[in-house]
Protein backbone atom coordinates (compact mmCIF):
# COMPACT_ATOMS: atom_id res chain seq x y z
CA UNK A 1 0.00 0.00 0.00
CA UNK A 2 1.15 3.74 -0.55
CA UNK A 3 0.26 6.74 -0.04
CA UNK A 4 1.10 10.53 0.22
CA UNK A 5 1.41 12.67 2.58
CA UNK A 6 3.01 16.48 2.97
CA UNK A 7 5.27 15.73 6.20
CA UNK A 8 6.59 12.08 7.59
CA UNK A 9 7.12 12.34 11.68
CA UNK A 10 9.67 9.65 12.53
CA UNK A 11 9.19 9.29 16.61
CA UNK A 12 6.63 10.35 19.12
CA UNK A 13 8.77 12.20 21.67
CA UNK A 14 9.40 15.69 22.67
CA UNK A 15 10.39 16.42 19.16
CA UNK A 16 7.73 14.10 17.14
CA UNK A 17 4.63 15.50 19.08
CA UNK A 18 5.11 19.10 18.61
CA UNK A 19 6.05 18.53 14.58
CA UNK A 20 2.94 16.69 14.28
CA UNK A 21 0.95 19.01 15.96
CA UNK A 22 2.89 21.57 13.67
CA UNK A 23 2.30 20.06 10.53
CA UNK A 24 -1.31 19.95 11.50
CA UNK A 25 -1.46 23.77 12.57
CA UNK A 26 0.23 24.82 9.06
CA UNK A 27 -2.12 23.05 6.92
CA UNK A 28 -0.07 19.96 6.40
CA UNK A 29 -1.21 16.81 5.81
CA UNK A 30 0.77 14.23 8.27
CA UNK A 31 1.74 10.63 9.58
CA UNK A 32 3.38 9.29 12.05
CA UNK A 33 5.37 6.25 12.81
CA UNK A 34 6.25 5.27 16.25
CA UNK A 35 8.14 1.93 17.15
CA UNK A 36 6.94 2.11 20.75
CA UNK A 37 3.07 1.22 21.60
CA UNK A 38 2.32 4.40 22.98
CA UNK A 39 4.28 8.58 22.87
CA UNK A 40 7.13 9.20 25.00
CA UNK A 41 10.02 8.20 23.34
CA UNK A 42 12.85 8.30 25.65
CA UNK A 43 10.51 7.96 28.12
CA UNK A 44 8.65 5.63 26.63
CA UNK A 45 11.94 2.90 27.11
CA UNK A 46 13.95 4.14 29.71
CA UNK A 47 11.19 2.91 32.28
CA UNK A 48 13.87 1.42 34.82
CA UNK A 49 13.38 1.89 38.14
CA UNK A 50 14.19 5.40 39.34
CA UNK A 51 14.10 6.67 36.19
CA UNK A 52 13.56 10.83 36.47
CA UNK A 53 14.79 13.62 35.19
CA UNK A 54 17.78 15.63 35.74
CA UNK A 55 16.45 19.11 34.50
CA UNK A 56 13.90 20.61 36.34
CA UNK A 57 10.21 19.88 35.36
CA UNK A 58 8.92 23.15 35.36
CA UNK A 59 11.78 23.63 32.84
CA UNK A 60 11.36 20.43 30.82
CA UNK A 61 8.10 21.17 29.51
CA UNK A 62 6.36 21.95 26.24
CA UNK A 63 5.63 25.77 26.29
CA UNK A 64 3.94 26.60 22.96
CA UNK A 65 0.55 26.23 25.07
CA UNK A 66 -0.22 28.89 27.31
CA UNK A 67 -3.26 26.14 28.42
CA UNK A 68 -0.93 23.09 28.20
CA UNK A 69 1.39 24.91 30.96
CA UNK A 70 -1.60 26.25 32.99
CA UNK A 71 -3.62 22.69 32.99
CA UNK A 72 -0.53 20.76 34.22
CA UNK A 73 0.50 19.93 37.56
CA UNK A 74 4.23 18.45 38.04
CA UNK A 75 4.31 16.48 41.40
CA UNK A 76 7.62 17.14 41.92
CA UNK A 77 10.34 19.62 41.01
CA UNK A 78 12.53 16.46 38.67
CA UNK A 79 9.76 14.05 38.11
CA UNK A 80 10.23 10.38 37.25
CA UNK A 81 9.88 8.70 33.98
CA UNK A 82 6.32 7.89 34.35
CA UNK A 83 5.17 10.95 35.10
CA UNK A 84 7.26 12.31 32.23
CA UNK A 85 5.14 10.11 29.89
CA UNK A 86 1.97 10.86 31.13
CA UNK A 87 2.34 14.58 30.06
CA UNK A 88 3.31 13.70 27.03
CA UNK A 89 0.48 11.85 26.10
CA UNK A 90 -1.59 14.51 27.59
CA UNK A 91 0.12 16.88 25.44
CA UNK A 92 -1.00 14.48 22.12
CA UNK A 93 -4.16 13.77 23.32
CA UNK A 94 -4.98 17.53 23.89
CA UNK A 95 -3.16 18.22 20.66
CA UNK A 96 -5.00 15.73 18.38
CA UNK A 97 -2.31 13.84 17.15
CA UNK A 98 -2.90 10.64 18.42
CA UNK A 99 -4.53 9.91 15.47
CA UNK A 100 -1.83 10.72 13.34
CA UNK A 101 0.55 7.83 14.64
CA UNK A 102 1.03 4.50 13.79
CA UNK A 103 2.73 2.88 16.69
CA UNK A 104 4.52 -0.65 16.94
CA UNK A 105 6.02 0.28 13.33
CA UNK A 106 9.67 0.73 12.85
CA UNK A 107 10.65 2.99 9.56
CA UNK A 108 13.22 0.81 8.07
CA UNK A 109 14.19 2.68 5.14
CA UNK A 110 13.73 6.44 3.43
CA UNK A 111 15.15 6.97 -0.06
CA UNK A 112 14.96 10.52 -2.17
CA UNK A 113 13.23 9.90 -5.43
CA UNK A 114 14.57 13.26 -7.47
CA UNK A 115 12.54 13.51 -10.57
CA UNK A 116 9.71 14.02 -8.43
CA UNK A 117 11.16 15.40 -5.28
CA UNK A 118 9.79 13.43 -2.79
CA UNK A 119 11.06 11.18 -0.20
CA UNK A 120 9.18 7.10 -0.40
CA UNK A 121 9.49 6.03 3.67
CA UNK A 122 9.47 1.99 4.02
CA UNK A 123 7.86 0.93 7.36
CA UNK A 124 8.24 -2.18 9.24
CA UNK A 125 4.68 -3.08 8.71
CA UNK A 126 5.08 -3.27 4.59
CA UNK A 127 3.70 0.23 3.73
CA UNK A 128 5.20 2.76 1.59
CA UNK A 129 4.75 6.33 2.45
CA UNK A 130 5.92 9.37 0.02
CA UNK A 131 6.50 12.76 1.34
CA UNK A 132 7.54 16.35 0.76
CA UNK A 133 8.93 16.55 4.03
CA UNK A 134 10.60 14.35 6.75
CA UNK A 135 11.37 15.01 9.84
CA UNK A 136 13.43 12.48 11.96
CA UNK A 137 12.53 13.04 15.33
CA UNK A 138 14.13 9.87 16.27
CA UNK A 139 16.16 11.41 19.36
CA UNK A 140 19.41 11.27 20.14
CA UNK A 141 19.97 8.57 22.48
CA UNK A 142 17.09 5.62 21.20
CA UNK A 143 20.07 3.07 20.07
CA UNK A 144 21.13 1.51 22.72
CA UNK A 145 24.80 0.84 22.65
CA UNK A 146 25.73 -3.32 22.25
CA UNK A 147 27.23 -4.51 25.38
CA UNK A 148 31.11 -4.97 23.65
CA UNK A 149 31.87 -8.16 26.66
CA UNK A 150 32.05 -11.51 25.44
CA UNK A 151 29.66 -14.53 25.91
CA UNK A 152 26.25 -11.57 27.15
CA UNK A 153 24.52 -14.45 24.83
CA UNK A 154 25.32 -17.36 27.16
CA UNK A 155 23.90 -16.21 30.28
CA UNK A 156 21.01 -18.68 31.69
CA UNK A 157 19.78 -16.18 34.29
CA UNK A 158 17.43 -12.58 33.38
CA UNK A 159 18.91 -9.90 31.38
CA UNK A 160 17.94 -6.48 30.92
CA UNK A 161 18.92 -3.12 29.48
CA UNK A 162 17.57 -0.01 31.12
CA UNK A 163 17.05 1.81 27.96
CA UNK A 164 14.20 -1.04 27.07
CA UNK A 165 12.69 -1.79 30.36
CA UNK A 166 9.73 -4.46 30.05
CA UNK A 167 7.04 -2.28 30.35
CA UNK A 168 4.21 -5.18 30.28
CA UNK A 169 4.94 -6.61 33.09
CA UNK A 170 6.64 -5.83 36.57
CA UNK A 171 10.45 -6.84 36.83
CA UNK A 172 11.19 -9.56 40.25
CA UNK A 173 14.81 -8.59 41.69
CA UNK A 174 13.69 -9.17 45.48
CA UNK A 175 16.05 -11.64 46.69
CA UNK A 176 18.38 -11.94 44.20
CA UNK A 177 21.39 -11.65 43.14
CA UNK A 178 21.74 -8.78 40.89
CA UNK A 179 24.93 -7.43 38.76
CA UNK A 180 24.54 -3.85 36.51
CA UNK A 181 27.23 -2.95 34.37
CA UNK A 182 27.53 0.36 33.77
CA UNK A 183 27.76 3.55 35.95
CA UNK A 184 26.03 6.53 33.75
CA UNK A 185 23.04 7.90 34.72
CA UNK A 186 20.93 5.10 34.12
CA UNK A 187 23.03 2.96 36.58
CA UNK A 188 23.37 5.85 38.91
CA UNK A 189 19.90 5.81 39.09
CA UNK A 190 18.49 2.25 39.29
CA UNK A 191 21.29 0.80 41.62
CA UNK A 192 19.73 2.38 44.32
CA UNK A 193 16.28 0.54 43.46
CA UNK A 194 17.73 -2.96 42.79
CA UNK A 195 19.54 -2.62 46.12
CA UNK A 196 16.15 -2.07 47.74
CA UNK A 197 15.29 -5.05 46.65
CA UNK A 198 17.92 -7.50 45.72
CA UNK A 199 19.65 -10.10 48.30
CA UNK A 200 23.21 -8.65 46.28
CA UNK A 201 24.02 -5.84 43.92
CA UNK A 202 27.72 -6.34 42.53
CA UNK A 203 27.95 -2.86 40.51
CA UNK A 204 30.61 -3.28 37.64
CA UNK A 205 31.58 0.02 36.81
CA UNK A 206 34.88 1.12 34.61
CA UNK A 207 34.69 4.48 34.97
CA UNK A 208 33.40 6.89 37.93
CA UNK A 209 30.91 9.72 37.40
CA UNK A 210 30.17 12.84 39.32
CA UNK A 211 27.08 12.66 41.56
CA UNK A 212 25.50 15.59 42.89
CA UNK A 213 22.35 16.13 44.56
CA UNK A 214 18.86 16.56 42.83
CA UNK A 215 17.11 19.24 42.49
CA UNK A 216 13.68 16.95 43.42
CA UNK A 217 10.95 17.64 45.78
CA UNK A 218 7.76 19.50 45.62
CA UNK A 219 6.95 22.22 43.24
CA UNK A 220 7.35 25.93 44.79
CA UNK A 221 3.96 27.24 44.25
CA UNK A 222 5.13 30.76 43.60
CA UNK A 223 7.04 29.42 40.80
CA UNK A 224 4.65 27.62 39.20
CA UNK A 225 2.24 30.64 39.48
CA UNK A 226 5.08 32.33 37.64
CA UNK A 227 5.43 30.38 34.77
CA UNK A 228 1.64 30.41 34.55
CA UNK A 229 1.40 33.98 34.17
CA UNK A 230 3.08 34.59 30.98
CA UNK A 231 4.12 31.18 29.02
CA UNK A 232 5.40 33.02 25.94
CA UNK A 233 7.89 35.48 28.06
CA UNK A 234 9.31 32.37 30.26
CA UNK A 235 9.68 30.45 26.81
CA UNK A 236 11.23 33.31 25.26
CA UNK A 237 13.26 33.77 28.20
CA UNK A 238 14.45 30.00 27.23
CA UNK A 239 15.60 31.00 24.40
CA UNK A 240 17.08 33.81 24.94
CA UNK A 241 19.68 31.79 27.76
CA UNK A 242 22.70 29.87 27.25
CA UNK A 243 21.00 26.35 27.96
CA UNK A 244 17.47 26.65 26.89
CA UNK A 245 16.04 26.98 30.65
CA UNK A 246 16.67 29.26 33.52
CA UNK A 247 18.11 27.08 36.70
CA UNK A 248 17.00 28.52 40.09
CA UNK A 249 20.14 29.44 42.30
CA UNK A 250 22.49 30.21 39.47
CA UNK A 251 25.78 31.79 41.33
CA UNK A 252 26.18 35.17 41.24
CA UNK A 253 29.96 35.73 42.43
CA UNK A 254 32.48 35.53 40.40
CA UNK A 255 35.76 32.82 41.11
CA UNK A 256 38.03 35.05 39.96
CA UNK A 257 37.14 37.81 42.47
CA UNK A 258 36.77 35.57 45.37
CA UNK A 259 39.32 34.06 48.25
CA UNK A 260 39.19 30.90 49.32
CA UNK A 261 36.98 31.07 51.90
CA UNK A 262 34.81 32.86 49.67
CA UNK A 263 35.08 30.11 47.12
CA UNK A 264 34.21 27.69 49.58
CA UNK A 265 31.37 29.67 50.91
CA UNK A 266 29.74 29.44 47.74
CA UNK A 267 30.52 26.21 46.76
CA UNK A 268 29.02 24.93 49.52
CA UNK A 269 25.65 26.94 49.35
CA UNK A 270 25.46 25.55 45.56
CA UNK A 271 26.13 21.58 46.79
CA UNK A 272 23.58 22.99 49.48
CA UNK A 273 20.62 23.70 46.98
CA UNK A 274 21.75 25.73 44.43
CA UNK A 275 23.15 24.60 41.01
CA UNK A 276 26.57 23.79 41.89
CA UNK A 277 27.52 23.22 37.70
CA UNK A 278 26.91 26.86 37.70
CA UNK A 279 28.25 27.98 41.22
CA UNK A 280 30.70 30.73 40.30
CA UNK A 281 29.13 33.17 37.58
CA UNK A 282 33.05 32.13 35.68
CA UNK A 283 32.37 28.48 36.48
CA UNK A 284 33.80 27.93 32.85
CA UNK A 285 36.56 29.04 33.51
CA UNK A 286 39.26 25.79 33.79
CA UNK A 287 40.19 26.77 37.85
CA UNK A 288 36.66 27.37 38.16
CA UNK A 289 35.85 24.31 37.06
CA UNK A 290 38.88 22.46 39.00
CA UNK A 291 37.66 24.29 42.09
CA UNK A 292 34.36 22.39 41.50
CA UNK A 293 35.64 19.25 40.45
CA UNK A 294 37.77 18.88 43.78
CA UNK A 295 34.99 20.22 45.88
CA UNK A 296 32.38 17.31 44.57
CA UNK A 297 35.10 14.71 44.84
CA UNK A 298 35.46 15.90 48.64
CA UNK A 299 31.59 15.85 49.42
CA UNK A 300 31.35 12.14 47.16
CA UNK A 301 33.89 10.33 49.43
CA UNK A 302 32.44 11.86 52.89
CA UNK A 303 29.32 9.92 52.04
CA UNK A 304 30.94 6.54 51.48
CA UNK A 305 32.25 4.75 54.91
CA UNK A 306 34.33 2.19 53.34
CA UNK A 307 38.25 4.01 52.38
CA UNK A 308 38.40 2.00 49.57
CA UNK A 309 34.87 2.24 47.84
CA UNK A 310 35.28 5.79 48.40
CA UNK A 311 38.06 6.39 46.47
CA UNK A 312 37.12 4.34 43.56
CA UNK A 313 33.82 5.74 43.21
CA UNK A 314 35.17 9.32 43.16
CA UNK A 315 36.28 10.58 39.18
CA UNK A 316 39.72 10.48 38.44
CA UNK A 317 39.98 10.89 34.48
CA UNK A 318 37.57 14.02 33.90
CA UNK A 319 36.68 17.22 35.09
CA UNK A 320 33.32 17.84 36.00
CA UNK A 321 31.27 18.25 33.05
CA UNK A 322 33.54 16.70 30.64
CA UNK A 323 30.70 14.10 29.97
CA UNK A 324 27.41 14.35 31.87
CA UNK A 325 27.13 14.57 35.48
CA UNK A 326 24.77 12.36 37.17
CA UNK A 327 22.37 13.53 39.99
CA UNK A 328 21.28 11.37 43.30
CA UNK A 329 20.63 12.41 47.09
CA UNK A 330 20.78 7.96 47.32
CA UNK A 331 22.91 6.27 45.07
CA UNK A 332 26.83 6.70 46.99
CA UNK A 333 25.50 5.56 50.50
CA UNK A 334 23.72 2.72 48.88
CA UNK A 335 27.57 1.51 48.63
CA UNK A 336 27.28 1.55 52.73
CA UNK A 337 24.58 -1.69 52.21
CA UNK A 338 26.29 -4.55 53.29
CA UNK A 339 24.96 -6.71 50.17
CA UNK A 340 25.96 -3.85 47.90
CA UNK A 341 29.63 -4.21 45.98
CA UNK A 342 31.68 -2.23 44.07
CA UNK A 343 33.66 -3.91 41.46
CA UNK A 344 36.40 -1.71 39.46
CA UNK A 345 36.66 -2.61 36.26
CA UNK A 346 39.75 -0.79 35.65
CA UNK A 347 41.41 -2.79 38.47
CA UNK A 348 39.86 -6.63 38.00
CA UNK A 349 38.21 -6.30 34.54
CA UNK A 350 35.12 -8.39 32.88
CA UNK A 351 36.77 -11.70 31.27
CA UNK A 352 33.14 -12.59 30.08
CA UNK A 353 29.77 -13.34 30.61
CA UNK A 354 28.87 -17.07 31.52
CA UNK A 355 26.20 -19.16 32.00
CA UNK A 356 26.47 -18.29 35.87
CA UNK A 357 27.35 -15.35 36.32
CA UNK A 358 29.96 -12.58 35.18
CA UNK A 359 33.64 -13.76 35.53
CA UNK A 360 36.67 -10.67 35.96
CA UNK A 361 40.10 -11.11 36.21
CA UNK A 362 39.97 -11.94 40.42
CA UNK A 363 36.72 -13.57 40.81
CA UNK A 364 33.49 -15.33 39.65
CA UNK A 365 30.53 -13.65 40.79
CA UNK A 366 27.07 -15.66 40.31
CA UNK A 367 24.46 -13.82 39.22
CA UNK A 368 20.60 -14.38 38.98
CA UNK A 369 20.32 -11.60 36.99
CA UNK A 370 22.04 -8.76 34.79
CA UNK A 371 21.03 -5.20 33.84
CA UNK A 372 23.02 -3.83 31.55
CA UNK A 373 22.77 0.20 31.89
CA UNK A 374 25.80 0.72 29.44
CA UNK A 375 24.00 3.44 27.36
CA UNK A 376 23.19 4.27 23.82
CA UNK A 377 25.48 4.32 20.20
CA UNK A 378 24.73 8.30 20.47
CA UNK A 379 23.35 10.43 17.81
CA UNK A 380 24.53 8.91 14.34
CA UNK A 381 23.48 5.31 15.80
CA UNK A 382 19.65 5.91 15.47
CA UNK A 383 19.81 7.72 12.19
CA UNK A 384 22.49 4.71 10.75
CA UNK A 385 19.28 2.30 12.44
CA UNK A 386 17.33 3.71 8.80
CA UNK A 387 18.27 2.72 5.76
CA UNK A 388 18.60 6.56 4.26
CA UNK A 389 19.62 6.86 0.43
CA UNK A 390 19.83 10.83 -0.83
CA UNK A 391 20.87 12.22 -3.74
CA UNK A 392 22.37 9.84 -6.45
CA UNK A 393 21.46 6.92 -3.93
CA UNK A 394 24.36 8.27 -1.67
CA UNK A 395 23.41 6.33 1.72
CA UNK A 396 23.74 8.30 5.24
CA UNK A 397 26.10 5.44 5.93
CA UNK A 398 28.58 6.65 3.41
CA UNK A 399 28.14 10.40 4.27
CA UNK A 400 28.92 9.60 7.60
CA UNK A 401 31.53 7.51 7.54
CA UNK A 402 34.16 9.82 9.34
CA UNK A 403 30.99 11.10 11.63
CA UNK A 404 28.91 13.07 11.12
CA UNK A 405 28.54 16.04 9.42
CA UNK A 406 25.72 18.65 8.60
CA UNK A 407 24.48 21.78 9.32
CA UNK A 408 22.71 24.13 12.47
CA UNK A 409 22.10 20.27 13.59
CA UNK A 410 19.34 19.57 11.41
CA UNK A 411 19.96 19.02 7.71
CA UNK A 412 22.44 17.04 5.96
CA UNK A 413 24.37 18.04 2.16
CA UNK A 414 22.97 15.75 -0.39
CA UNK A 415 19.35 14.87 1.58
CA UNK A 416 17.11 17.70 0.33
CA UNK A 417 13.82 18.16 2.74
CA UNK A 418 15.12 16.04 5.26
CA UNK A 419 15.38 17.03 9.01
CA UNK A 420 17.06 15.81 12.00
CA UNK A 421 15.98 17.81 15.06
CA UNK A 422 18.01 16.41 18.21
CA UNK A 423 21.31 15.55 16.11
CA UNK A 424 24.89 15.76 15.84
CA UNK A 425 26.36 19.42 16.56
CA UNK A 426 22.65 21.19 17.67
CA UNK A 427 22.36 22.41 21.35
CA UNK A 428 21.46 18.60 22.14
CA UNK A 429 21.91 17.04 25.67
CA UNK A 430 23.90 20.46 26.60
CA UNK A 431 20.76 22.26 26.83
CA UNK A 432 17.28 21.51 27.63
CA UNK A 433 15.95 19.23 25.03
CA UNK A 434 12.34 20.19 25.50
CA UNK A 435 13.61 23.70 24.66
CA UNK A 436 15.06 22.40 21.72
CA UNK A 437 12.22 20.43 20.40
CA UNK A 438 10.16 23.16 20.15
CA UNK A 439 13.02 25.54 19.14
CA UNK A 440 14.09 23.10 16.14
CA UNK A 441 10.58 21.87 15.28
CA UNK A 442 9.44 25.59 14.80
CA UNK A 443 12.58 26.06 12.71
CA UNK A 444 11.97 23.71 10.62
CA UNK A 445 8.27 24.16 10.08
CA UNK A 446 9.32 28.41 9.09
CA UNK A 447 11.76 26.74 6.79
CA UNK A 448 8.94 24.59 4.94
CA UNK A 449 6.27 27.59 4.78
CA UNK A 450 9.43 29.91 3.61
CA UNK A 451 9.93 27.24 0.97
CA UNK A 452 5.90 27.32 0.27
CA UNK A 453 5.92 31.01 -0.17
CA UNK A 454 8.94 31.08 -2.35
CA UNK A 455 7.89 28.27 -4.47
CA UNK A 456 11.25 26.75 -4.07
CA UNK A 457 9.96 22.94 -3.19
CA UNK A 458 13.52 22.00 -1.90
CA UNK A 459 16.35 22.94 0.05
CA UNK A 460 19.79 21.21 1.45
CA UNK A 461 22.51 22.96 2.99
CA UNK A 462 25.97 23.76 0.92
CA UNK A 463 28.82 21.35 2.02
CA UNK A 464 31.04 24.64 2.57
CA UNK A 465 28.23 25.46 5.35
CA UNK A 466 28.44 22.38 6.89
CA UNK A 467 32.28 22.16 7.38
CA UNK A 468 32.10 25.52 8.51
CA UNK A 469 29.32 24.58 11.38
CA UNK A 470 31.86 21.43 12.24
CA UNK A 471 34.53 24.01 13.27
CA UNK A 472 31.83 26.56 15.14
CA UNK A 473 31.44 22.88 16.77
CA UNK A 474 34.74 22.17 17.36
CA UNK A 475 35.71 26.11 18.49
CA UNK A 476 33.36 26.39 21.27
CA UNK A 477 34.07 23.10 22.70
CA UNK A 478 37.44 23.62 22.82
CA UNK A 479 36.09 26.12 25.45
CA UNK A 480 34.52 23.88 27.55
CA UNK A 481 36.55 22.35 30.27
CA UNK A 482 37.02 18.68 29.72
CA UNK A 483 34.65 18.94 26.53
CA UNK A 484 37.70 17.56 24.24
CA UNK A 485 39.59 15.72 26.53
CA UNK A 486 36.85 13.22 27.73
CA UNK A 487 36.39 9.96 26.41
CA UNK A 488 32.04 10.20 26.50
CA UNK A 489 29.31 9.39 23.98
CA UNK A 490 29.56 13.43 23.44
CA UNK A 491 32.46 12.46 21.08
CA UNK A 492 31.67 8.80 19.99
CA UNK A 493 34.31 7.53 22.18
CA UNK A 494 31.92 4.76 24.26
CA UNK A 495 31.79 2.69 20.96
CA UNK A 496 34.81 1.08 19.72
CA UNK A 497 35.21 1.65 16.12
CA UNK A 498 33.39 5.07 16.07
CA UNK A 499 34.93 7.69 14.78
CA UNK A 500 35.64 10.87 16.86
CA UNK A 501 34.09 13.98 16.66
CA UNK A 502 32.75 15.85 19.03
CA UNK A 503 29.03 16.15 18.63
CA UNK A 504 27.55 18.87 20.70
CA UNK A 505 27.46 22.52 19.55
CA UNK A 506 27.94 24.36 23.01
CA UNK A 507 28.10 27.74 21.75
CA UNK A 508 24.66 28.36 23.99
CA UNK A 509 21.01 28.39 22.54
CA UNK A 510 20.98 32.01 22.30
CA UNK A 511 23.56 32.35 19.40
CA UNK A 512 22.10 28.98 17.98
CA UNK A 513 18.71 30.09 17.59
CA UNK A 514 19.64 33.36 16.33
CA UNK A 515 22.00 31.51 13.54
CA UNK A 516 19.21 29.56 12.97
CA UNK A 517 16.51 31.82 12.28
CA UNK A 518 19.43 34.35 10.51
CA UNK A 519 19.34 32.13 7.69
CA UNK A 520 15.77 32.04 7.87
CA UNK A 521 15.73 35.81 7.82
CA UNK A 522 18.06 35.69 4.96
CA UNK A 523 16.85 33.46 2.27
CA UNK A 524 18.84 30.51 3.44
CA UNK A 525 22.26 31.61 2.31
CA UNK A 526 24.21 28.52 3.94
CA UNK A 527 22.26 26.38 1.74
CA UNK A 528 21.45 25.43 -1.45
CA UNK A 529 17.82 25.55 -2.89
CA UNK A 530 16.44 23.62 -5.51
CA UNK A 531 13.18 23.29 -8.28
P1 LIG B 1 26.09 6.42 29.66
O1 LIG B 1 26.17 7.72 30.34
O2 LIG B 1 26.73 6.28 28.31
O3 LIG B 1 26.70 5.34 30.67
C1 LIG B 1 27.00 4.03 30.25
C2 LIG B 1 27.78 3.34 31.33
O4 LIG B 1 28.03 2.00 30.93
C3 LIG B 1 29.14 3.98 31.59
O5 LIG B 1 29.40 3.90 32.96
C4 LIG B 1 30.07 3.08 30.80
O6 LIG B 1 31.40 3.08 31.26
C5 LIG B 1 29.42 1.74 31.03
N1 LIG B 1 29.80 0.75 30.05
C6 LIG B 1 29.52 0.75 28.73
N2 LIG B 1 30.01 -0.35 28.14
C7 LIG B 1 30.63 -1.06 29.12
C8 LIG B 1 31.34 -2.27 29.16
N3 LIG B 1 31.52 -3.00 28.06
N4 LIG B 1 31.84 -2.69 30.32
C9 LIG B 1 31.65 -1.97 31.43
N5 LIG B 1 30.99 -0.80 31.48
C10 LIG B 1 30.49 -0.36 30.33
O7 LIG B 1 24.58 5.94 29.48
P2 LIG B 1 23.34 6.20 30.44
O8 LIG B 1 22.21 5.42 29.92
O9 LIG B 1 23.70 6.00 31.85
O10 LIG B 1 23.05 7.74 30.27
C11 LIG B 1 22.78 8.25 28.97
C12 LIG B 1 22.29 9.65 29.06
O11 LIG B 1 20.99 9.65 29.63
C13 LIG B 1 23.07 10.58 29.92
O12 LIG B 1 24.18 11.09 29.29
C14 LIG B 1 22.04 11.65 30.21
O13 LIG B 1 21.95 12.53 29.11
C15 LIG B 1 20.79 10.88 30.34
P3 LIG B 1 32.48 4.14 30.65
O14 LIG B 1 32.09 5.47 31.21
O15 LIG B 1 32.31 4.07 29.15
O16 LIG B 1 33.78 3.67 31.11
Not at 18 to 24: H, S, V
Request: proline share 6%; aromatic share 12%.
Amino acid sequence: MTSQVDVVVVGAGFAGIYALWQARQRGLSVRGFERGSDVGGTWYWNAYPGARCDVESYNYAYFFDNDIVRQWNWSDACAGQAEIQRYLRFVAERCEVVKDITFNTRVQAASFDEAKGMWVVETSNGETVSCRYLVLAIGALSDPKTPDIEGVADFAGEAYFTSSWPRDRKVGLRGKRVGVIGTGSSGVQVIPEVAKVASEVHVFQRTANYVTPTRGGPMDPRLVAGLREDPQAVRQAFRESYGGHVPLGMGTERYTELDEAGRQRVLQEAWEGNYIALAFRDAYLPEANAAISEFIRQRMREQVNDPWTADHLVPWDHPYGGKRPCQSDVYLQTFNQPHVRLIALPETPIERVTPEGIKTSAAMIPLDVIIYATGFDAISGPVFAIDIKGIKGRSMRETWADGPLNYLGTMVHGFPNLFLPSSAMSPSVLSNMATLAEQQVDFIFDTIEWLDEHGRPQLHPRADAQVFWREETLRYAQRRPGALTTKSWYSGANIPGKPRMFMVYCGGFKRYNETCYRELAEGFPGYELMG
